[in-house]
């Protein structure tokens, strides 16, 4: 589904990913972890292609085609969906309106009618209803007095109301309680499937005991330096960074 | 060029194609303004004597005034001189079907949601269309008669009720307000008149659109509006649709009265040619517009200006009686190289008087957005409360905005809060919209929207819904 190839990335000259690969196949869950300033949140923002971000080589392929020079929201049509770390507010639009407008530009891209009123209604009741959102929550401004947690799971509602192929969750656990964490988790467990596939990019082990990946990656440095199953992620939980920086400096 | 600048210009010169009738009168009134003209232009109306000494009383204020230069805007001076302050009403051209319209101003129809049969009355199709048009409005008028209501064209009104404008007419905006009113005062041809009969509750919402075809926009239009003791009229001014006129310089008035326990709503959406992305050419639009609210009364002006090269507007409401509420609601957009200085004017008499102005500017390209708000509390205004908040939106960084609010108080029970901020549609705004599979152009829409959602909540529902796609069309390639 994805294919990463020696990805290279700079900001403002600086390199940040640094010859990075990665292969992710549909129906599975990968996560990378990985020490502050790795770059695991510019990775995620380039396969979302935002254009702050220079790339300087290798390429990213999704569904067998470049998507390098897509337009983001040509990215998200043909599948691809980002949890925002910080989700922005956008004072004035409220989450029914935002997502309707959302699911409806994807429709049009695929030359279908703007959803009925009734199926959408249906449709956003069914998924608020996954992340245990009340239903004042949907009339309310996009984010704006948004508690963390509420952000998060807008987001997963979001990601559900939009049924991407990939979704790309950039530390969706971070700001969480634990209730919180356990009522995305479940969602995104929920919306799994065997043609979709997960990637979650996370400091902790605690998201990883609720969505188990299939595979672990370390990224360290702008490069994936270690890869495993979910055992890594729960040694590294226990070792911390510091054990990876000394096997790639030794 | 974009095709919206394309098609604006296609337009502007298909209205000269279309062309003036060559009137052997009108031929006779030299261009310029001086005592014969205005004299020519009440004997040509039939006005009663009362009327013509008012226009010339008005002409003699305007030669006493000079043009106002304290507004934040820039422009060449239109001259007076070379106006022709009379000419027989222009005839368009009419066309049999839409087929003959320019398929790029339809599209442009469309895209603001304009129905089929609108199009055709503002294109001048002729067909059964306008015939049903009439008799829309006839039905409209007999409903509305039968209420004592009286709706027509200031014209009509000066002859059918000369009383109502005699004692009405000037006393909100006086001969000698300022330049503009002054000529206006002198040399009006155009506009509307309304009267709602005490405890009368207009059953619908009263639009000049009715009216689209009895009497184009004048370039001098006068409106007055009289709501009688305890009467509620909702009145709508303009519509969405791209308006254009051969005349660079528009100054109306607008008057409204609401007497003891009345209430005017006045809504106003104004989509006048803006000029072309360069800045050449459009409407300067200078307008006074005034309401008095007697005892218990309420006067809420509510608008959104998209359109003119140069907009200088300040809809304002003096607040004499006590208890009177008065209400600015306003979404000012500018794009190229377009100018606005637009506000409002709370004056407070009354004890307990109460204003509220929500201003809302949004500036892209290298236009200019300015607010000018005056929040005054005369002496005798015991507990006169006032709330302002003046946002302003910009986009991209070669757009202006500035605020100006203004503050007089001299009564010490007034209480007075003002908010302001400025914010700029955010890079990270925009990316989440894309990521989400929402385009730029479509993400600038429902930002911009979300913005004004205060202002817009205050139109009626179809004006709304109608302002909305005006909003994001007014913006669109405006970011990227």
Known sequence: MLKI?????????????????????????????????????????????????????????????????????????????????????????????????????????????????????????????????????????????????????????????????????????????????????????????????????????????????????????????????????????EKGYDWIKKEIEA | MTEEDKLLEEVTSAEYKYGFVTDIESDTIKNGLNEDVIRLISSKKNEPEWLLEWRLEGLKKFQQLVEPEWANVHYKKPDLQSISYYSAPKAKKTLNSLDEVDPELLKTFEKLGISLDEQKMLTGVAVDIIVDSVSVATSFKEKLGELGIIFCSISEAIQEHPELVRKYLGTVVPQSDNYYAALNSAVFTDGSFCYIPKG???????????????????????????????????????????????????????????????????????????????????????????????????????????????????????????????????????????QADTGTKMIHIGKNTKSTIISKGIAAGESNSSYRGLVKIMKGAENARNFSQCDSLLMGDKSGSHTFPYIEVKNKTARIEHEATTSKIGEDQLFYCNQRGISTDAAIGLIVNGYCKDVLNQLPMEFAVEAQKLLSLSLEGSVG
């Open chain 1, 5 to 237: 190839k020696d990805l290279r990335v700079e900001i403002e000259g600086k390199e940040i990913i640094k010859g990075l690969s990665l292969e992710i196949n549909k129906g599975e869950v990968h996560a990378i972890m990985g020490p502050n300033g790795a770059g695991k949140s510019t990775l995620s923002a380039v396969i979302a292609g935002r254009d702050e971000y220079e790339v300087t080589g290798g390429s990213i392929e999704f569904e067998g085609k470049d998507i390098m020079d897509m337009a983001p929201e040509d990215r998200a049509h043909a599948g691809v969906f980002l949890s925002f770390q910080y989700p922005v507010e956008i004072p004035g639009v409220s989450v029914t309106n935002f997502i309707k407008t959302a699911l409806n530009e994807s429709r049009k891209a695929r030359d279908l009618d703007p959803m009925p009123a009734k199926d959408m209604l249906k449709l956003m009741r069914e998924k608020q209803a996954l992340l245990e959102m009340d239903k004042q929550f949907m009339s309310r401004s996009l984010n704006e007095g948004f508690s963390g947690g509420e952000k998060k799971r807008n987001e997963i509602f979001q990601m559900a109301m939009l049924d991407p192929k990939l979704a790309i969750l950039d530390e969706t656990d971070s700001g969480l309680d634990i209730d919180a964490l356990r009522i995305v988790a479940n969602g995104v467990n929920k919306l799994k499937n065997e043609d979709n596939a997960v990637m979650i990019i996370t400091h902790y082990q605690r998201l990883l005991d609720h969505i188990i990946p299939d595979f672990v990656h370390v990224l360290y440095d702008g490069k994936i330096v270690k890869s495993g199953d979910k055992n890594l992620a729960i040694e590294l939980e």
């Open chain 2, 200 to 338: 009368t509750r207009c059953p619908m919402e009263l639009s000049t659109y009715f009216r689209i075809n009895q009497a184009g926009t004048g370039q001098f239009e006068r409106t007055l509006l009289i709501a009688d003791k305890g009467s509620y009229v909702s009145y709508l001014e303009g519509c969405t649709a791209p308006s254009r006129d051969e005349n660079q310089l528009h100054a109306a008035v607008v008057e409204l009265i609401a007497m003891d326990e009345a209430e005017i709503k006045y809504s106003t959406v104004q989509n006048w040619y803006p000029g072309n992305k360069e800045g050449v050419g459009g409407v300067f639009n200078f307008v006074t517009k005034r309401g008095i609210c007697h005892e218990s009364a309420k006067i809420s002006w509510t608008q959104v200006e998209t359109g003119s090269a140069v907009t200088w507007k300040y809809p304002s409401c003096i607040l004499k009686g006590d208890n009177s509420i008065g209400e600015f609601f306003s979404v000012a957009v500018t794009n190229n190289f377009q």
